[in-house]
């Protein structure tokens, strides 16, 4: 046993801290010559035509969402289950949200609950886009939910954020873009840091440009043309800003660490599916009081192991179980609170009944699941499990 697991945590070994340190010692600390490096091993890793870096998912989730062209008076569909960012990065640019109910069992939203979403959109606004989220490292039905987008003139911009690793994600056959975190608990990490990847040349030019203030340096693009060509030649100093951005720079020293820790990404993916097997063997005599969420060993990031407990079959209470488990070294976590319930959505949106949400969210829990766990730790976790279980 290695002390006490969280539910998830980073795998940082020396090579990591030297290509940091080396990173450190070089002539650039931001924009220098590891961003395109980390961008083209992103894009290689992932099956992408064009990886962009930035210094979150949420600011990768923003960027996506402006790129779609997503604003005031227009509407985009979140799912429930996921993290605030996923529906922060749509009222971020100033769009509405429409929040979509998920299947009970997986979280996942499906076509059905994405077009029952889309005839709940708000009339006066324009239905421009969806967000599906590969809740856990599941991967939605893509091309099912991609036929309903299409059919409305809708974008499918993927939340990729826990399916980094999972084969195809991140090529967007589907979709216009996908959006991944390398925060701590994620596949890699960077500490801070995201990545959109899209297959549109011209999408990823637009984020790489809003993503550094709205700034432009190619001379093509000039507009102020008496100013930016004094000499007939572009002056080497001139930039032009044709719509305001941000400052969602990954820095190079962060992109050093991505780059290697993305050569470890195989390695890191298929420890976290040992550990899924093994959970799945281990915990499938606790049906049906707990059961794992079922995956049908459909392909699968295991970003999050994620279990569903009957806490009130089981006489207790989903806090209780939690600390009994903290008390034997077991960390847990519950992904998520459905967003839809935040004072600000309610306060914005009314009182929203999505019962496949909140069917997931009452029996959801979170147990450890990250490469550096060892067997004995699994079979600890899953020993707790039943000892709780069966005694509660
Ligand atoms: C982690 C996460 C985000 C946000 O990523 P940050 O890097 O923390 O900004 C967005 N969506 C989902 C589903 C996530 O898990």
Sequence with gaps: MTGFLPYGRQTIEDDDVAAVAAALRGDFLTTGPKVEEYEGAFARATGAAHAVACNSGTAALHLAALAAGLGPGDAA???????????????MTGAEVVFADVDPDTGLMTAETLAAAL???????????????????????????????????VALIEDACHALGVEGIGATPHAQSACFSTHPVKAIATAEGG???????????????????????????????ARAFEDGEANPWWYEMPEVGWNYRLPDVLCALGVSQLAKLDRFHRRRVEIARRYDALLAPLFPRLRPVPHGNHPHGWHIYAVLVEFAALGTTRARFMAALR??????????????????????????RLPGAEAYYARCLSIPLFPAMTDEDVRHVADSLARLVGSA
């Design 77 to 91: 569909v979140v799912p429930a289950a996921t993290f605030l960012a996923t529906a922060n990065a749509v009222r």
């Design 119 to 153: 005839a709940r959109a708000p009339r006066d606004h324009t239905a421009r886009a969806a967000l599906p989220v590969h809740l856990n490292g599941q991967v939605c039905d893509m091309a099912a939910l991609a036929a309903v987008a299409r059919a409305k003139g």
């Design 195 to 225: 990545v959109v990847t899209t297959a549109d040349a011209d999408l990823a030019a637009r984020m790489r440009s809003l993503r550094s203030h709205g700034m432009v340096r190619e001379p093509d693009a000039f507009t102020d043309r």
């Design 327 to 352: 008390a034997e070294g077991v960390g847990t976590q519950v992904h998520y609170i459905p967003v839809h319930l935040q004072p600000y959505y309610r306060k914005r949106y009314g009182d929203l």
